[in-house]
């Protein structure tokens, strides 16, 4: 999810030093825009980390500016990653275990899960998504291994929930993207960067005039 901070507002605001100095006026706000992008960028960041329970970093590394302002387009696009967050990232991969009935499940166990020998998964442990929100226990949920993903940062570990008796009769469950929660979050701080980009332009105009 994108959105734009483009330049016209502010060009309003100085219209009189922007037709006296068209290109040193250019050449300033392209700086204030970039400024206020990477402002609401920041903002942004710590918005969405007041609203879901996700760690800073992983919002931080999701949100980003893939366009900046230049002479010739004078816009800077911060876009969210769109693709679904996994519940793992928001705490829900941690498994409920229950002594196992079964000889057979007594046996084995499972290292990767974290399931102990003689231990059954019971569900996951209670998690929330939002930050302000109570946290909930999943009795039927499971971890399950995505294809996609590394294993290095635990990105393919997904929480699911059974939809049927077949082996595979599942489905994974997932949480807000970070792409969804720009979308709101960047109603709440576009003011202020919009001020912060009015700011910068004058300093930046003064400097280069």
Known sequence: ???????????????DQVRRTPAKAKQALVAALNTGGEFARRRGVEQIFSELNLKRTYIDQRLEITRKATAEDLSVVITGRARPTTLKSYGGDKIVTAAAKSPRRKLKGDKRRRIAKGQKAAGIKAFKVKRSG?????????IIYLKSGSANDGSNVAMAIRTGKGRDSYRVVYGPSVGSAWKSARNAVYEDALGVVAEEFQKEFSRIV
């Open 1 to 15: 999810m994108a959105n734009d901070f483009t330049g016209t507002a502010v060009l309003s605001q100085f219209a």
């Open 134 to 142: 109570t946290a909930q226990k999943w009795a039927g949920g499971f």
